[in-house]
């Protein structure tokens, strides 16, 4: 493993003169636009038809709630750079409680790695998970369990912001941040802003939406975050032929390691930030996408693996594409598709 | 009212040549990105800790509901052109059930209203209600009420797509669609994907954010549709001085008829599609729009009423802005911009 990281240690310090365009540059797009993706219809019958008034001073409109729902669609919104420089689109798959957002503006209002990836020429394809953001969700008893909310303090003591377990604070005086943290921990309340509901039973929907938009718009390269590891490798391993290069941000789960043969052709790259010895449970999520690593190398797969502390870049959360150094990991990244040879 | 109508009447026909920049043409951007605005944290307590996997395969994570939550943001997309024209940002707000993907590409895939008026040059922020889309939506027992859903047939007979209640029908060949209707039919299944869950009781925190955002990004001009009617006139009765003009598209509702006079100097465009009266609640809709333009008047606010059938632009449905002929109205509308001195 220590062979694969020499292949882009060094990295960070030279590629800025790679970028083509720069924050603070006009950004010029061929098109833009969004579309949903997938999903299915399905009939609910035997309920009550109620009267309601939609609007406050509105006209009442009857509501039967029995009839056909159109379900577990996808939200996709494209931009398409007018240099394009990425032989092959991009697709961004955020993590979990969050939706494409994750790649938009951070919540300090810096450029996220959205922006940055069409700067450096890049047909970006991003999308909100089924039953997420502008994806929507079903009505009740189409899906099993309910949705599940995060508090203020979850993602900064699971995200190693802060120190774990009773790290955050209502008081930002009294959090305990990571030392050397790089994420913008001033906006952390901005970014509980972006938390959305989950639900935990609809992988297979989401997976199957996610295989529609492959179908549609690849051969494609892959960047996906935490837990979107589940659903992106289950993707490639269900088309192989259509992936050309994985970067696995931090996945939190992996694919079918019994499967990981599947993904021989696909060049892969998993990158996992800092503070991750200090973590009750990053050590072992790392691991995953580690053994599912070895498992694609095995049938012959080229995987790199980078944790950035050990290549000088430091103090990354699990939100690299938030972090204050986020311009510097998204360079590396471009750096491997590069010699990768998807960049023209 | 007819007097009003002439301010208009014909501009349809010869409005093309003011575009500044056609489909097809790249889209030149000084900057885009987004954010999340308003909201307030509640706190949820007395509830039991569960332990969840939040992904198959994963490591089990200790969910706490209890807790302080971050709710009732709101979510804002923003696209600069480098060529700006308008004087003003251009905030346009969704009607119910959908989020800021009414503006964006068609169900067809057309271009839609959010690209056409970056195209014309004005700075435009495109939002999902509170509750809605990218915003999120609460944990259980902060709101009342539940989340309501539409089903497939919904919108199609309330819309003006079909003929009212019984036009919708499973198979396509079967539909009752309103004669000469410029609704892309083929693609009502799209359609259906954009639609989002809506809560009946969470007007007052829509208001507090759209104000909220009045007051980060205005002086404005707001264009709102349908259920936005409630809430862009209560919230230009509330900041009247940070409003330069007003475009009212379907509102089926409006503020508060006693507090019209606040609007007084608020240049203000309603627009009405298609079919109107042989809708069942239509009319009466339509009629709030009218009584409340009227109370304004009254004060002595300058408001155009267009119906579009009148000046000649037929087979509206109420989602004017996907409409076959969406070019035409948007065309319309920043003609009635340029006369009230809001172009450059």
Redesign the interface.
Known sequence: MHEKFSIVLGVATVVAALSPALAGE???????????IG?R?VEISGKPVRE????????P?K????????VE?M?V?YFLP?NRKGKFPLLMWHG?GL???TY??TPD?R??WL?MFIRKGWDVYNS?AVER??S????PDVWTGEP??L????PFE?FRIGQGAGSWN?DSALMKVNVGSQFPVEAY??F???????W?TT?GAIVAAYTALVDKVCPCVLLFHS?A??FGFAVAQARPDKIKAIVAVEP???GDKAQAGKLKNIPTLLVYGDYIPLDS?WP??RQ?GLDYAEAMRAAGASVDVVNLPEVGIKGNSHMLMMDKNNAQTADLIQKWLGDKGLVE
């Open positions: 006009p950004i010029t797009l061929r098109d833009m636009g969004s579309f949903h999903g219809v309601l008034v939609l609007g406050a001073g509105g006209v409109a509501i039967d709630p029995n009839g056909l729902y159109q669609q939200y919104q007018q979990g939706t494409g957002v938009e503006s209002g450029e996220g922006n909100d953001g502008r929507g969700f079903a009505p599940n909310f508090t203020k303090a979850n699971r209502v309340d901005n509980t802003k972006q938390i959305v509901p989950r935990t992988d837990q590891g589940g939190a789960v992996a449970r072992k999520m995953i």
